[in-house]
């Protein structure tokens, strides 16, 4: 395509956008935005995606994001070895999942979960007798477990369907409500369409059982009855000593205390969990809230791993977080890269994929600690910074990695030394 003209009128209201095709749609961001062609070319690459299946996932859609799959190695969970694909825009994030795993690949990654149990809400207001209504609620339990399994046969028949009633009185500042909790096994489907056709059905029945009116249907997004949890034991002589363990404990004692430290050290975590996530076509915004709202369960937002020191000597971590993903369902099924990645981590079930998340989630967080308490974060950091700063000016091909090389001995990586470095490179 040609260089597009600007927009003489720059409106972002542009009728029937929605109508139009990604490259229609392309060509009036463009002229918009005044993109240049190799701007546009970069834009019109759907790669494996393709336009019509790109088109079909979202709304709008004129392009898509290309990020690096990364493979983690040396991970065992439960006894079996496993691949992992991560996908992530940030470098070491894939290095330090390695070297965590390299460290206890004997031992390996002991996990579990609590089951596979989301949590859909139905809130009812203007309800004049709200602990009598909840009580009304709870007494329908057969009946709103046949509402439910008939919304989703294809569950049932998986395995799947309503399990359980919870009703609470919520004090708000609106006054009470009457919130009635549906607990759904959704088996191999992270499960949030699933349970939200059941609120939606449940709904005009808990209107007329609580003589109130009802507004939200839908799920949580803090799937506590959904936990996934990893255990690993790391040789206090596989990890450097008792000084770099202590440096770990010590780590999490300041995690653990203290919200402004858990929420680098969780971000941590979620580098590692949401690679996976993304890798497999799930949720990562869900997976993230679910985290985070975990996190604050106390009233205080903390640390969603643990280290202590064990009756040997060793260095324990633990983590248990909620983790709703699916192998059906969303992207997992349609997104071809997310079909591969499923294929490489050889899971056949939603439990299988979350213990594996969870254990690397663990692993990711173990390395970090390890990095921060030792020679800190930046120096395993800069060899792919380096990288990245050497292409942020302008080196290309084998220059990469002479720039990067010349700004890690010199221990400084910074753009404009990069410049620098490259000019050097291209006058010798
Ligand atoms: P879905 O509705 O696409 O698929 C799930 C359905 O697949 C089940 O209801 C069942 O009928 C069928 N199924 C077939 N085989 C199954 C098996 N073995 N186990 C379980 N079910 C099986 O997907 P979903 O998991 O209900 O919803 C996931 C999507 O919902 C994600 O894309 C997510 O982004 C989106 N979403 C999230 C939120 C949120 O997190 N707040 C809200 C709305 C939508």
Redesign the pocket.
């Known amino acids: 395509m040609d260089h597009v003209a600007p927009l003489a009128n720059r409106s972002s209201r542009i009728g029937g956008f929605h109508k139009k095709s990604p490259q229609e749609r392309l060509d009036l961001v463009a002229a918009f935005a005044d993109l240049t062609p190799e701007a546009v070319a970069k834009l019109s690459d759907f790669g494996n995606l393709g336009a019509d299946l790109a088109d079909r996932m979202i709304e709008n859609v004129v392009g898509t994001m290309n990020v690096p799959i990364g493979i983690a190695t040396n991970v065992k969970v439960d006894g079996e070895d496993v691949l992992v694909p991560m996908a992530t825009e940030e470098s070491s994030v894939v290095a330090a999942v390695c070297n965590a795993a390299r460290q206890n690949y004997e031992a390996g990654f002991t996990t579990s979960v609590s089951g596979n149990l989301m949590i859909a809400q139905v809130q009812a207001v203007e309800v004049r007798d709200p602990h009598a209504a909840r009580i009304r609620i709870l007494e329908r339990r057969e009946e709103i477990r046949a509402l439910c399994d008939g919304c ?4 049932v ?4 369907g309503f399990r359980d009633l919870e009703v609470r009185v919520l004090d708000t500042l609106g006054g009470p409500m009457v919130i009635t909790h549906l607990i759904v096994d ?12 059941m609120a939606e059905t449940l709904a005009p029945h808990i209107a007329a059982w609580s003589g109130g009116r009802v507004y939200l249907r ?4 803090l799937a506590d009855r959904r936990l996934a949890r990893a255990h690993a034991t790391w040789r206090v002589e596989e990890i450097g000593g008792e000084g770099v363990r202590d440096g770990i404990v010590s780590a999490y004692h300041f995690a653990e205390a203290d919200p402004y430290r858990a929420a680098t050290h969780n971000k941590g975590i979620m580098n590692g969990i949401s690679a996976v996530v993304l890798a497999t ?3 990562t ?2 997976i993230e ?1 679910g985290a985070h709202a975990y996190a604050s369960r106390s009233g205080r937002y903390t640390s969603l791993t643990r280290y202590e020191v064990d009756a040997d000597g060793h260095l324990s971590g633990s983590i248990e977080l909620p983790l ?1 993903v ?8 349609i997104h071809p890269t997310a079909q591969a990645c499923l294929k490489i981590l050889g899971v056949t079930s ?1 439990e299988r994929l979350a213990r594996i998340i969870a254990a690397v989630g663990l692993a990711q967080n173990f390395s970090a600690l390890k990095a921060l308490a030792t020679t800190g974060i930046q120096k395993g950091h800069m060899a792919l910074h380096a990288q990245n700063i050497a292409m942020m000016a302008g080196a290309v091909g084998e220059e990469i990695e002479r720039v990067a090389r010349i700004l890690v001995e010199r221990g400084s990586v910074r753009t404009d030394l990069a410049q620098s470095a490259l000019e050097e490179i291209r006058r010798a």
């Open positions: 989703d046969p294809v569950l028949r998986f395995g799947g959704t088996r191999d489907a992270m499960g949030a369409n699933a349970v939200n056709t839908i799920l949580s997004n076509g799930n949720d915004r869900a809230a709703a699916g192998l059906i369902g969303g992207a997992t099924k939603a």
